[in-house]
């Protein structure tokens, strides 16, 4: 895991695959366009048979989450609920990833996203800060909207798993050692399980993205989920 962190630190275009199309400053309320894209999000990952399976869990995210570019079979919340189930767990994955989405955007909608649900999730995989990066918005801030949603969650009772991200060197040292401290330390505060580095296993292997070269493809996508699914487990277990 180690040697991904280190390429991942190498490329700053690998962050271009966590947003699909807004480079708009990031406002402090919705745009009309962007609750079209979280509505949007909401009905493609909705599921009416969603109050039957025993475990919900909610995979809050970007594009990486979304499933961009696959068959909508084929993205990670589909992907991780067939693990989840292989494992003999009784679970629905719900898809809210929405593409180019930042932490600032994420909080905004969080709200709107768990009160849609016909239901409290059991788990909520919480996967947003690439964008703030592509942006280069300040770490403090980045820190303080998941700080937030987390606080939110947890004041719902709902359990949390983040999937962190890593900021290259390019952005220079100090810039880089505020952002790449803030996944450890909000799982260290909140107490919430971590999930290092979500492209690791994928990132610096060509085969495994789509023709852009950006997007991982769907055997990519394959292999986060075989590596993310026993730490998910783990989790549902807190």
């Not at 630190?9 to 919705?30: D, H, M, N």
């Not at 403090?140 to 947890?154: F, G, K, P, V, W």
């Not at 290092?196 to 296993?201: H, K």
Request: aromatic residues 8%; charged residues 20%; proline residues 5%.
């Amino acid at each position: 895991m180690l040697r991904n962190f280190i390429t991942y630190g190498l490329s700053l275009a690998f962050l271009q695959l966590l947003i699909a199309c807004s480079a708009e400053p990031v406002k402090e309320t919705a745009t009309t366009a962007e609750t079209a894209k979280v509505e949007s999000a909401v009905n493609s990952g909705s599921d009416a048979n969603m109050g039957e399976a025993e475990i919900l869990i909610v995979a809050f995210g970007d594009s990486l989450y979304a499933g961009y570019g696959v068959d909508q079979k084929e993205g990670f919340a589909p992907e991780l609920q067939e693990a989840l189930q292989a494992m003999g767990r009784d679970v629905r994955v719900h898809n809210a990833g929405v593409s180019g989405d930042t932490t600032a955007a994420g909080l905004r909608r969080m709200d709107f996203v768990i009160d849609s649900l016909s239901r409290k999730p059991d788990l909520v995989l919480l996967g947003l800060g690439g964008n703030d990066l592509l942006r280069g918005l300040k770490p403090s801030d980045t820190r303080a909207n998941l700080d937030a949603m987390i606080e939110n969650l947890q004041d719902r009772g709902i359990a949390v798993m983040l999937t962190g991200m890593l900021a290259p060197p390019n952005l220079g040292s100090e810039f880089s050692d505020e952002f790449n401290i803030i996944y450890p330390a909000l799982a260290k505060k909140y107490d919430v399980a971590l999930y290092p580095f979500f492209m690791d296993g994928v990132f610096g292997q060509p085969d495994l993205f789509l023709p852009d070269g950006l997007h991982p493809n769907a055997e990519g996508i394959d292999i986060i989920v075989e590596k993310i699914t026993p730490q998910v487990a783990q989790a549902l277990e807190g």
